[in-house]
């Protein structure tokens, strides 16, 4: 079943990237069995996450950057990472993809991904929605995340390639800055620039990146101005991406390389857990082992070392 389905993603049948995506989404077994059969195939797309502030017009530069990609010959993958709380449910994610205009050509892919049910392994998540539409032969794939949290920080951390979205006027000019997102930017695009304050906020952006010394062979990133309702300057964002990826061969296996590295501690560490609770543990110790700790009854060195000895112990 598993070797059907894998036959039909590598097809790029766009029902069956679908529901692998929803395998992967749901958690399901079926969704890790697949990413085995399809690993091998996959390394040639490449990873662009856009990320920054809520209604900072990300979907709106993504579409634009979608057409701009399609209109180069290359085919295009989406995943808009949907801030759903467990509050809201998911009665806003028809309105984060403000992304209709592609929605009959073969050639782009659109899926949003909510954020519940993920705690933690979001960034796992999305990272393998990715490896699905590059198994299936998507030669870009954008991953669009509202820059909040860690897991979003983990997620662009994860891209080939970094723009962080900032708008004028939002009032704290150096809004996401301080949240980790400068140093995860290779490209600043400052949205809506047909506002006021556009070029304060690009100076100010600009001001924080000369405390920064780049070393000459060291890619600076660049601020750029967009209109994204327009498509203003939007070309000019393309242009640095497709720059940015001839620039930094060597930073890019490098990227990836780490990429590797933290998926498998990610999956080792869910596994563990998994195995630990499941297998070793009785149902509700792990709460009492935290209630020990929190009780001052134990240490949580002394339960940790306690725990990986009877999960070894346990085959
Ligand atoms: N004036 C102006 N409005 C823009 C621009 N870009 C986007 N917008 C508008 O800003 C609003 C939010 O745009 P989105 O593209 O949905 O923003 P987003 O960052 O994807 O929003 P979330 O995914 O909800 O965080 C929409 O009403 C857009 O039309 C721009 O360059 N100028
Ligand atoms: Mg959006």
Redesign the pocket.
């Known amino acids: 079943m598993t070797g059907a389905l894998a036959d039909r993603v590598l097809a790029a049948d766009p029902c069956a990237i679908a529901r692998a995506i929803s395998l992967i989404e749901d958690e399901d077994p079926g969704g890790a069995e697949l990413l085995q059969a399809i690993f091998g195939r996959t390394g040639r797309a490449y990873l662009v996450g856009v990320t920054?502030p809520?209604?900072?017009?990300?979907?709106?530069?993504v579409d634009r950057l979608t057409a701009e990609l399609r209109h180069s010959g290359r085919t295009v993958g989406v995943i808009a990472v949907d801030p759903t709380s467990p509050f809201t449910g998911g009665a806003v994610l028809g309105d984060?993809l403000?992304m209709q205009s592609h929605s009959a050509d073969e050639g782009v892919f659109i899926r949003s991904m909510a954020t519940r049910g993920h705690l933690g392994g979001l960034s796992r998540a999305t990272g393998d929605a990715a490896l699905i539409l590059d198994a299936a032969g998507r030669d870009v794939i954008v991953i669009?995340t509202?820059g909040v949290g860690q897991d979003e920080v983990d997620i662009i951390r994860t891209a080939d390639v970094s723009i962080v979205?900032l708008v004028p006027g939002a009032g704290d000019d150096v809004q996401a800055l301080k949240a980790g997102i400068m140093e995860i930017a290779d490209i600043f695009v400052v949205?809506?620039?047909?506002?006021e304050g556009a070029d304060g906020l690009v100076s100010a952006v600009e001001a924080n990146l000369a405390l920064h010394a780049y070393a000459a062979d060291e890619w600076r990133p660049p601020v750029l101005k967009?209109?994204?309702?327009s498509g203003q300057g939007v070309a000019d964002v393309m242009q640095a991406v497709d720059r940015f990826r001839t620039r930094s061969a060597s930073g890019q296996s490098a990227r990836r390389r780490a990429r590797s590295e933290y998926r498998l501690r990610e999956l080792v560490a869910a596994r563990f857990m998994a195995h630990l609770e499941q297998r070793v543990l009785q149902e509700g110790e792990i709460g009492s082992v935290v209630d020990r700790i929190a009780a001052r009854e134990l240490d949580p060195y002394t339960a940790a070392r306690q725990l990986l000895e009877r999960a070894l112990a346990t085959p």
């Open positions: 920054g809520p209604g900072a017009g990300k979907s709106t530069l984060r403000r669009e509202v979205t949205n809506k620039a047909d506002r967009t209109v994204a309702t």
